[in-house]
């Protein structure tokens, strides 16, 4: 399993909803991320598998209630 993390600043009017689609090897999971609050470090999105050679997709969408970030996204083992 690999931890799934992003990291954004905070500002005003970003999303209390944005949402993180992780596409891994068990299929799909959405968290979501209140982005008013907890910027500036790691936020973690949670542990997946993933296949070795790649496939795997983290994906923030637009459909919120403010201003979604994703200054960085990372996976660790």
Known sequence: ???GSV???VAAGQASNASFVIRHAEGQT???VDQ???GG???RLGEFGFSGGGGG???LS???DGYVVADAVR???
Do not use: L, N, Q
């Open 36 to 38: 008013r609050s907890g």
């Open 41 to 43: 470090r790691w936020v």
């Open 57 to 59: 997709t983290v994906e």
């Open 1 to 3: 399993m690999r931890r």
């Open 30 to 32: 959405t968290v979501e």
């Open 75 to 77: 996976i660790i083992a």
């Open 62 to 64: 637009d459909a919120a």
């Open 7 to 9: 990291w954004y600043r």
